[in-house]
């Protein structure tokens, strides 16, 4: 199957493209989760969305967040936004979660995980472990490797906590591994008005 780019205005021909790739590989329909931002990362039942193909990427299908993902409401079961929100900018983030609370079935699950920027920069500035500039650094502005490889929004608890209740998030979990944290967010109702 050859990789195709598609728009959100493309859902009804992008369905056809998304069946596809369920026969294709054999995924479970009602089971089926979503990684966006994949780079070359795979799970299991998984379809995998980034920005290009490139040979940084191994994606299924090319899309873009920001803009809109061409799949229908209520798709997946499971999101997972593993280090990427950090290369958005923040003031895209609404756009972004409201996009996800879209594409989840209801009670669906996020799984986003970022470097707490705070955290990062008090190591920064620390020096700890020596590793001011192989480490940190590259924890606060991004490896910076190849384009896109950068990050352009500090991510911290209280603001993205905010966010997700903003968008519709209930039942919010943290788990934090030294400078990353991994949240676990379910889809719940709508606020009608923001906090």
Known sequence: MSLQLIKKE????SEDILNNIIEE???DKEKLRLNIGSGKQK????????LKKHKHTDVDIEGNIVVGLPFPNETFTEILFIHVIEHIQRKFHRIVL????RLLKPDGRLILAYPDFIEAAKRF???KYGGRWQ?????IYGRQSYEGDYHVAAIERQDITDRLINSGFKDIN????TINVTITAYKGEKLKEFL
């Open 135 to 139: 480490l940190y650094h590259n924890v």
């Open 10 to 13: 493309d859902v009804i021909e």
């Open 125 to 127: 500035i620390e020096n």
């Open 25 to 27: 590989k054999g995924f």
């Open 174 to 177: 943290y788990l934090r591994h």
């Open 43 to 50: 799970f299991s039942n998984c379809i995998n969305v980034d």
């Open 98 to 101: 409201d996009e996800i609370w």
